[in-house]
């Protein structure tokens, strides 16, 4: 039992000695950049991550923590504060149209937004909002039942504001960026491939290489 037993720690450690060298072996900075894209990936020694994607109108970032079992990466955000649309009110104007309005932060464009009416008679109407309200024409007896709002380059959307019943209205909402641009990975899987570091990220293929440190 003894001998067992000393084969069993022998084990634990020897596991323990390879996970410790494949985490000394994958810590580095990468650089993922691409034609049109910037990324870069730190993962530090002591199980922290910084990572940055700009493409497009899309730039995001996170920090947290990472482990790897020497075939994938995982990656932890720390907590994060998300992006929040609110009603703030409704008001009645004139019955022939619905009008939504986007109260938004200095700096911030409605042109990233897109909104989604659900009508009473069952038909959606989905625009770029382009403008921080958006007029919409009612057919007789039409009326606009909820809201939902998205901001693609973030693949962002609200939750669906079910609006009071029975009249046209204008619709007011506010939106707080919060930790904007802050993403919340909860166990994101990098391939290890090769020395480089597979992400799909927006579908598309991001591959980080090892400017410093890595395999």
């Known amino acids: 039992m003894l001998r067992s037993l000393s084969i069993f720690c022998a084990l634990a450690l020897t596991t323990q000695a390879a996970h410790a060298a494949t985490v000394r072996c994958l810590a580095g900075q990468y650089n993922g950049g691409a034609t049109e894209v910037a990324a870069e990936l730190i993962l530090a020694s002591d199980g922290r991550f910084r990572y940055g994607l700009s493409y497009g109108a899309i730039d995001e970032r996170a920090q947290g923590r990472w482990e790897s079992d020497g075939t994938q990466v995982l990656l932890d955000s720390d907590p994060v504060n998300p992006p929040r649309f609110s009603l703030v009110g409704e008001s009645p104007v004139a019955a022939d149209e619905f009008r939504l309005k986007l109260d938004l932060p200095d700096g911030l464009s409605p042109q990233f937004f897109n909104a989604l009416l659900v009508l009473s008679d069952g038909s959606t109407l989905g625009s770029p909002l382009g403008y921080q309200t958006w007029a919409v024409p009612l057919k007789p ?26 009249t046209a209205s204008e619709a007011r909402f506010s939106f707080a960026p919060n930790d904007l641009g802050q993403i919340a990975f909860a166990h994101e899987p990098l391939t290890v491939d090769g020395r480089e570091l597979l992400l799909i990220r927006h579908d598309r293929e991001v591959r980080f290489r090892p400017e410093r440190g890595g395999c």
């Not at 039942?145 to 029975?166: C, H, I, M, N, Y």
């Open 141 to 166: 007896g039409q009326t606009v039942v909820s809201v939902k709002f998205q901001l693609p380059a973030l693949d962002l959307e609200s939750e669906r504001f079910a609006l009071t019943a029975g």
